[in-house]
């Protein structure tokens, strides 16, 4: 579903991603670990398009499509879903407006119809039920005023309704409590957890791991896959550290 192969990408001239290969197929969760400085936001910024993030060698295949020659709308469209480490705030635009405008743009841009709006605020209230989101907070402007664990909950909101093929998730577990990092952790299981979909789940720690059980674990290092493995390799890796772990490689 996605392909990644020996990806180099540079900021400013300085490469960051450096020969990363990685392969993810329909149905599965794989968990990106790895020190900071590694890549991690890098990779996702990559996939999403972001400017200034300049690919120099490599490609990445997504469900068939060269996803490299897509705008960031049409990598959208096309049902990748990224999640930000550091969501941003629109101050001015309610969650609800953004998301209706998120969602009906990708409707249209795959040739189906706008939702109506009490079609649409069914399924937001729907949505926030399950991120056990108050529906009230989607009225307010998007993560202005929202705390670390409402910005995420609010996020994954944003991806039950878009309902994405893939998600790839940067750190969505940071700065979640331990009831929060439950909710979301079931809230991804419960959005993405299909065997048409794939997810690349980006993270410091173990315990997301515990609530989002994935299939693979790979660790990136220095810009490039460095060990990949089973969930094993998550409690390898909590309990040795990454340099003792990657000393293994
Ligand atoms: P991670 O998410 O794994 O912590 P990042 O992808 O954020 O790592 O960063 C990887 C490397 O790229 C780091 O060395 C970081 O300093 C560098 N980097 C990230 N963004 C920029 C930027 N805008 N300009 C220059 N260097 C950057
Ligand atoms: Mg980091
Ligand atoms: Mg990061």
Redesign the pocket.
Known sequence: MLKIDNLHAE??G?T?LNGLTLEVPAGEVHAIM?P???????LSYVLGGRPGYEVTQGSVEFNGQDLLDLEPHERAAAGLFLGFQYPVEIPGVSNLQFLREALNSQRKARGQEALTGGEFLKLAKDKAGLLKLDPEMLKRHVNVGFSGGEKKRAEMVQMGILDPKFAVLDETDSGLDIDALRVVGEGINAIMRDPAKGVLLITHYQRLLEVVKPDKVSILSQGRIVRTGGPELAIELESEGYDAVMADA
């Open positions: 900021i400013d300085k960051i790895g900071n400085g590694a890549g991690k936001s890098t």
